[in-house]
């Protein structure tokens, strides 16, 4: 069974340091504005959400690429070959969830779990990033948060969105 990386948001503490992780393996830097994940904190709420890429099926993303530089691994994770990618930006604008960007070269990245071994969970001292078989219930609630999506917007906005939509369904459980 393939396993999903998933997010929890009820346990995140907000502190960020899945996103340190995150940079300090994709880039070589502690940086975590180059991070594949992000971190929603809503302070005056007393609550943070991780924006995690869902790996869609169906992927928008790996739909609206033009030159085909977004694909499938053996993981069923969609990754980005940058030898192929234009810096065209399809791709982000049809993220609805703000999960893939484009970096100062203009080339596309995004989440690819690390090749099965995401460098976010092992750092995530709260259990908020979970990498597990799937089962029921993270099913069931990772479809709650994919119903969250956005149209319109930078990927910042969209994750903000993603992630005030996620505690509203939150809150209301």
């Known amino acids: 069974m393939k396993k999903l990386l998933f997010a929890k948001p009820d346990l995140c503490s907000g502190c960020g340091r899945c996103t340190y992780a995150c940079s300090a393996v994709k880039e070589g830097l502690f940086q975590p504005s180059k991070s594949r994940l992000r971190i929603n904190n809503f302070s005056l ?3 943070s959400v991780p924006s995690i890429c869902f790996q869609c099926p169906g992927a928008a ?3 609206a690429c033009p ?3 977004l694909s499938r691994d053996e993981n069923d994770v969609v990754v980005v070959d940058a030898e192929k990618c234009n810096g065209c930006g399809l791709c982000v604008a049809a993220c609805p969830y703000g999960m893939i960007e484009q970096g100062t070269t203009g080339l596309a990245y995004k989440c690819d779990n690390c090749g099965g071994d995401p460098a976010c969970v092992k750092e995530c001292q709260p259990g908020a990033l979970v990498y597990q078989e799937q089962d029921k219930e993270i099913v ?3 479809g709650l948060q994919m119903k969250q999506r956005s149209t319109s917007g930078i990927p910042e906005q969209k994750r903000h969105a993603l992630g005030l939509a996620v505690l509203k369904v939150g809150r209301e459980e």
Do not use: W
Request: net charge positive.
């Open 45 to 47: 709420r007393g609550y």
């Open 140 to 142: 069931k609630v990772k």
């Open 67 to 69: 030159v085909e530089a």
């Open 61 to 63: 993303c790996q739909k």
